[in-house]
């Protein structure tokens, strides 16, 4: 008798095994994940506050500086 | 930051609504798709009729692809808050950061475990129990759309929290509040609702296009008819929510209810346009027309509006330029206000700085007494409080349309295949082709409603959308632009073509 994380370990294994669109589609999934975060997140989506700024006063600050900015005509 | 470049205001505009748009293809797909496979399956499971059963598999595997390939779309939108609208985020992350994130587990664990026994689990665990879990996929689906449909409410309609100076962020006074605020439920409701009818249209759609190909019948007239009743309930649904969601607007956003029904001269029993072509000349404040040509229905307007008839909805002018007599102040006083707010602001931060407490504490005291109004102080002229008239217009009586053409077409759909010859309709069949992409239609109008219709706020009043975005190089939001358009276009394809593949396969043995 297997114990119950051995029967949900086989439950995975076996329905990972018998996919076929499934197949396709995890690597789609992989294949997007990696993108997104291994290269948009990395290289052009970094957290602007986070990375401009080193404590969360600093970061405060900065945009309090941006909201007292009274308005200018627009250009 | 409102000496800010125009140009990356509109791109980073672009950007988000590009990337929203792309995200909107899958999500309400999923939303009504997984409701339907759930009823299918318990059909199958009632009648113990194996077709039923063939039925259910196949929807769920085109259900179980456009999950794959939408899966993790939206993280793109939270990519794009902490780069594109750094102020913005950092101003409600504290509120919405903590909640977006427990969903995000939560979804996790649910699609972990029940969504592999939705797909793995076919004779290998009870039937109940895999009724079960199909049920489990399509409220959870369906929930985990909540936070982010709470937290564009609120910036809709802000209530429940504070703004606290010091930190430069709202703190939550009242969670409940902001969970049930009125303009939440009916964005969940209106959004997951048009999802039912989006994932019903998808059914007909491709049933249809096997009833016009000869193949898979009796399969395609099953489908049509589970999917035409859930269709038509989801359609009532999304109809009075939508009525709901026109309230709320005339209650909360007056401006975004003018202007997309292109009210300019604000009257009491005001007509309902349900005809009409913009004239684009029309600037707020002059004496032009706004419409080509209209078809309106009297007083219907002032009764959906304010739901009393004969009652007063306030026009873009009205708005703009204040109305004395019906006690609304113009956004030229609004702005003088906001503008006390901003220097209050301004001589809080300096006093801060200065240490000097007693200063700072006076410029609290009147900047919370003007603090209502402070995303006006932003603005450069009143007539910047106007959004863009006719996308708001023509999106939203699109969307209304196309939202009365859909019940007629289920009624229609369910009408002759119950009497047995919708194969003999050849009229019919293709427009039951056609009407997804019609859903689609409806739903991309239906943020362009509420999204364009509430420029040119990011939190309605209090923040607008160029105070709200991070100073970038134009160059830069432009990139990025292009590279999400090739990124979703890509996975729009990989979609189409497996999705076209396993309907061209079809379901076995129906
Ligand atoms: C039948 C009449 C309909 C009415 C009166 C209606 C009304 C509205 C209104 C007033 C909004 C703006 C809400 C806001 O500003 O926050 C809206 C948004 C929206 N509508 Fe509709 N709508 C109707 C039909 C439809 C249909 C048929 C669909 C799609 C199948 C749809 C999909 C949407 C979506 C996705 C949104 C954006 C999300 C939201 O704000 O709830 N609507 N609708």
Redesign the interface.
């Known amino acids: 008798m297997a114990g119950p994380f051995t029967s949900v370990y086989t ?2 294994r ?3 095994k ?1 996919m076929t ?2 197949r ?3 690597k ?2 992989v294949i ?2 990696i ?2 975060f291994a290269v ?2 990395l290289f ?7 990375t401009n700024f080193q404590t ?1 006063e600093q ?3 900065h ?13 | ?3 800010v ?2 140009s990356l205001v509109n791109w980073s505009r672009a950007q988000f609504a590009m990337t929203a748009m792309y995200h909107w293809i899958f999500v309400p797909l999923t939303l009504g798709l997984s409701f339907l496979c759930a009823m299918f399956e318990s059909i199958y499971v009632r009648t113990g009729n194996e077709k039923w059963k063939a039925i259910t598999r196949f929807w769920m ?1 085109l259900f ?2 456009n999950f ?2 939408g ?2 779309t939206g ?2 939108l939270e ?2 808050f ?2 594109n609208w ?2 913005y985020s ?2 409600v992350g504290d509120i919405f950061g903590a909640p977006l994130a427990v969903e995000g587990i939560f979804a996790f664990f649910l699609e972990a475990t029940f969504f ?1 026994v939705m ?3 076919w004779d ?1 665990v009870s039937k109940g129990f895999h009724l079960f879990s199909t049920w489990m996929v399509a409220i959870g689906s369906n929930l985990s759309a909540l936070w982010i449909l709470v937290a564009n409410a609120w910036m809709q309609y802000p209530v429940g929290m504070a703004f606290n ?5 709202f703190e939550m006074e009242n969670f409940w509040a902001v969970l049930f605020s009125p303009v939440a439920i009916s964005k969940f409701t209106h959004a997951t609702s048009s999802g039912f009818v989006l994932a019903s249209l998808f059914v007909v759609a491709i049933s249809s296009w096997y009833l016009l190909k000869g193949r898979h019948v009796e399969m395609a007239k099953k489908s049509i008819i589970v999917a035409s009743v859930f269709g038509l309930l989801g359609s009532v649904y999304v109809a009075f929510t939508g009525d709901e969601a026109a309230f709320e607007n005339a209650q909360h956003q007056p401006m975004k209810l003018a202007a997309y029904e292109g009210l300019y001269k604000g009257e009491n029993n005001a007509g309902l346009v349900a005809l009409g072509m913009i004239n684009s000349a029309k600037k707020p404040g002059d004496s032009q027309h706004p419409f080509l040509f209209e078809v309106k229905v009297p007083g219907l307007l002032s009764l959906l509006a304010n739901r009393e008839s004969g009652s007063f909805v306030p026009g873009i002018d009205d708005l703009v330029y204040g109305n004395k007599e019906q006690k609304i102040m113009g956004v030229a006083e609004k ?1 003088k206000i906001g ?1 006390k707010a ?2 209050d ?2 001589a809080f ?1 300096q006093a801060r700085k200065e240490k000097n407490d007693v200063v700072a504490a006076e410029a609290l005291t009147r900047f919370t007494a003007n603090k209502e109004y402070l995303g006006y ?5 009143p007539e ?1 409080a106007v959004p863009p008239v006719s996308t708001a217009f023509y999106s939203f009586h699109i969307m209304v349309v196309l939202g009365t053409f859909f019940p007629v077409l289920f009624i229609a759909f369910l009408f002759f295949t119950l009497k047995g010859s919708i194969r003999q309709q050849r009229w019919l069949l293709p427009l039951g082709v056609l009407s997804f992409f019609l859903g689609h239609v409806a739903g991309q109008m239906g943020w362009a409603v509420a999204e364009v219709g509430r420029q040119p706020w990011a939190i309605q009043g209090l923040m607008p959308v160029k ?1 709200a975005t ?1 100073n ?1 190089a134009v160059g ?1 939001v432009q ?2 632009f292009f ?2 358009l090739g ?1 979703f276009t890509l ?1 729009l394809i ?1 979609e189409i073509k ?1 999705m076209t593949k ?1 309907i061209s396969i079809g379901p076995e043995g129906v």
């Open positions: 439950f995975y076996n329905g990972f018998a669109v499934g396709t589609l995890w789609i999934i997007k994940l993108i997104m948009l997140k052009f989506f970094p957290n602007y506050l986070k969360d970061r405060a600050d945009v309090l500086e941006q909201l007292s900015r009274p308005a200018v005509p627009n250009h | 930051m409102v000496d470049d125009l595997t179980g692809i794959a390939i899966v993790a993280i793109i990519f794009e902490g780069t750094s102020n950092w101003m592999a797909f793995f689990g290998r100076p010091e930190t430069a962020r702005m503008q901003v220097a602001l301004a931060k102080g932003y603005l450069s002229t910047e105070v991070t970038l830069h990139a990025t590279m999400f990124v996975l990989a497996i396993q």
